[in-house]
């Protein structure tokens, strides 16, 4: 082979080489574009477990401060049974001690 031929050969090969490293430069770049999209998407679902993790929280005080609520209002009820209980046994003797008067007409 003659040196024109073999120059030829060589700036052929180059400019191939050239053209598989742009190929390779933009794959590169989707994967790091890829893997930039993955770890936003890794970073938001971090967030939002987050958000998840405090709003069950957040019920879970809720339900407790229901719960408390529900306890008392049983306590109370009970108390208002036996204060009514109270009341109705009063008022019968109440009602017997009255019986003895007579009211003239």
Excluded: C, P
Excluded at 61 to 69: D, F, K, L, Q, Y
Aim: no cysteine.
């Amino acid at each position: 082979m003659d040196s024109k031929a073999l120059i030829e050969a060589a700036i052929h090969e180059v400019g191939d080489g050239n053209m598989y490293a742009e190929k390779a430069s933009t794959s590169l770049r989707e994967v790091v574009d890829g893997i930039q999209a993955i770890a936003d998407s890794a970073k938001k679902i971090k967030e939002i477990s987050i958000e998840q993790a405090d709003s069950m929280e957040q019920v879970e005080v809720t339900a407790e401060r229901i719960a408390e609520v529900v306890q008392n209002n049983s306590a109370a009820a009970q108390e208002t049974s036996a204060t009514s209980e109270e009341l109705t046994a009063q008022a019968t003797t109440l009602s017997g001690m009255v019986s003895v008067f007579k009211l003239r007409q």
